[in-house]
């Protein structure tokens, strides 16, 4: 039980002679947090795309601009999934683009594009940031408690992520995440992105990386440009 303050309806009562439905979990867009997309959902070989970035942060981390992917119903690209211990609120340590390999906390984006049809979902969001915040490369160095590092202010930059799933009309055909960053700024700063697959290693030949899934299922990441 939860304190009433918090948790108005503890107890939920469920009538077990209801009939069992499938619920509708196609693919959706969620305001202020995110689009998620979705692909032969009910069966066990489902392709799932969360695209994560909206003004809802609360007890999140710095994963705006995310996007975590599952396809034949196997987990490929996560997120670690710790909160507080330990913290895990560096944008290296999430899918998505990292500004001069420092944190950006308080930077919040929006999606403001989005298109879910039977053959592709797609969606696009921006966010703005103009300070950054230097933190230990390694979540589990301890820091105070309660403090924030000193800002370090930068020419506003605004980062752009566009992503698409495309779909195949087979639960066990490829399905396809295309992702698109574009940064607008005058700065002389510089951007990495981190893609963190459940794998047991990782084979790159060129532009290529495969990762070798932990349950049977690969991924083949190619980058473009």
Not at 71 to 84: E, H, I, N, V
Request: charged letters at 20%; proline letters at 7%; hydrophobic letters at 35%.
């Amino acid at each position: 039980m939860g304190a009433p303050y918090m948790y108005p309806n503890d107890e939920m009562i469920c009538n077990a002679d209801l009939p069992a439905e499938q619920p509708d979990m196609s693919s959706r867009h969620f305001r202020v947090f995110g689009t998620v997309m979705r692909s032969h959902f009910g069966t066990k070989q489902e392709t799932y795309l969360l695209f994560r970035m909206g003004h809802q942060h609360e007890h999140y981390e710095n994963e705006q601009g995310e996007i975590v992917f599952y396809a034949k119903g196997t987990p490929l690209l996560m997120d670690f999934g710790s909160l507080y211990q330990p913290m895990m609120s560096r944008p290296w340590l999430h899918n998505r683009v990292s500004l001069n390999h420092k944190t950006d906390w308080y930077a919040l984006g929006e999606i403001s594009q989005w298109s879910l049809l039977d053959s592709a979902d797609a969606a696009m969001g921006s966010m703005t940031t103009d300070r950054l915040y230097a933190v230990p490369e390694d979540p589990t160095t301890p820091m105070p408690a309660n403090s924030t590092p000193p800002a370090e202010f930068i020419t506003p930059v605004t980062w752009t992520r566009q992503v698409m799933l495309v779909k195949h009309e087979l639960p066990h055909g490829p399905h396809y995440a295309v992702v698109r960053d574009t940064l607008q700024g005058t700065g002389d700063d510089f951007n990495e992105f981190s893609l963190w697959g459940l794998a047991t290693g990782v084979r790159f030949n060129g532009n290529t990386a495969h990762y070798v899934g932990q349950h049977g299922v690969d991924l083949t990441m190619t980058v473009l440009d």
